[in-house]
């Protein structure tokens, strides 16, 4: 193995008392424990269900043609805190299912490419303004929270305004499955609220990286370089430029001076983006990547997209784990939303009217038990 610093990715299926789990029966206390090491040493303290939440719709209209039809929403949840959000969604449909991503609603930041993608295979999608909530920018660690009770980092807050989007959706008699998909830093918090609810039948962080479906402590780029954190994301780098975003816990897991290698550190991080992964199974888990999107870790995110694969075995949901690889760079473009519609289309059990013969499709040459000799 040619990990200089890491020794290998941590064995999912050991637990709290330090055994290994033999049955199906013991996963759900799994996923519980896992839902505390990513409290304790990533996002900080998951918010939990809303107490109260008003909606008042503010903007109704038809779009495409009378085909689908848009609405805008101003939510305020337990009478504290208010969140804008917007949905698009098939008129003429019944138990449809909703994508909610975790992007911007404002409509200088809607896609159009994607709105079609979605309208035309039969979903809806959902969008709301995360930054009401926590800043994405700030100066120092004091300043991170616009809201002091809330005590998580701006990750697990923008995943927890996914969850409350849920709540509002699941309100309406003709929604369906949920789905919860991002990008980038969206694609991490995308991952969180995956995590912690229940609710969202397909988790889909895109382009995620470290801190998200990308391993923390195995890097790689398409030349085949390993280890190579000037091109990718380390957890030391991360928590350098946003310290805001996780837990203060986070940070000690990387190194502090520039550039911020891979340090003995890491090996003491008891989770990597395989658990992450796998603590939403036995739901769905989808993600893509771009083979030039290095700094995201491509090969970490495969990587751990087949250890997590043995989890999704041992479930006896071996088809609910899904990658995908398409050329390009760091995007969610139209050739992502293909592929995503088209996993969630299987997984469903829905018509496949997008079909996307390569997903599931590998790009790194990976050995997997070089890394997880558990496997």
Request: charge should be negative; proline fraction near 5%; hydrophobic fraction near 35%.
């Amino acid at each position: 193995m040619e990990a200089k610093y890491c020794v290998y990715l941590p064995d999912p299926f050991i637990n709290r008392s330090g055994k290994r789990i033999e049955n199906r029966e013991e996963w759900e206390e799994q996923v519980a424990l896992f839902r505390e090491l990513t409290q304790k040493y990533m996002y900080g303290k998951w918010p939990g269900a809303a107490q109260s939440l008003k909606a008042e719709i503010t903007m109704s209209q038809p779009e495409y043609g009378g085909r689908a039809h848009r609405e805008r929403i101003n939510l305020l949840i337990n009478d504290r805190y208010p969140l804008e959000m917007e949905w698009i969604y098939p008129t003429e449909a019944e138990d449809f299912p909703v994508i909610v991503n975790n992007a911007s609603c404002r409509k200088e930041s809607r896609s159009p490419v994607e709105e079609k993608v979605v309208v035309e295979a039969g979903y809806g999608i959902a969008t709301f303004e995360r930054k009401m909530i926590m800043p994405d920018h700030v100066i120092n660690w004091e300043e991170k929270q616009k809201y002091p009770e809330l005590a998580c980092g701006t990750i697990m807050a923008w995943g927890w305004c996914q969850s409350i989007v849920a709540d509002y959706l699941k309100s309406r008699k003709e929604v369906g499955e949920l789905i919860a998909t991002g990008h980038s830093r969206c694609g991490k918090a995308a991952l969180c609220a995956g995590i912690f609810d229940d609710r969202f039948a397909v988790v889909a962080p895109m382009g995620s990286g470290c801190g998200g479906a990308g391993s923390a402590r195995f890097l790689g780029t398409a030349d085949g370089k390993r280890q190579d954190e000037a091109h990718c994301e380390t957890i030391g780098a991360l928590v350098k430029n946003f310290p805001h975003w996780f837990s203060e816990a986070y940070g000690e897991f990387g190194t502090k001076q520039e550039p911020y290698p891979l340090g003995d550190e890491v090996n003491y991080f008891p989770l990597d983006a395989h658990i992450l992964r796998a603590a939403c199974a036995p739901r769905a888990v989808f993600c893509s990547e771009g083979t030039d999107d290095f700094w995201a870790n491509g090969f970490g995110t495969q990587l751990a997209y087949e250890a997590a694969q043995k989890v999704f075995d041992f479930l006896e949901v071996p088809q609910k784990n899904g990658f995908h690889v398409r050329p390009g760079g760091h995007a969610f473009n139209e050739h992502d939303w293909l592929s995503l519609i088209d996993f969630c289309d299987l997984v469903l059990g829905r018509e496949r009217k997008m079909m996307h013969d390569d997903t599931g499709t590998k790009f790194f040459d990976i050995k997997l038990a070089d890394y997880a000799p558990w496997a």
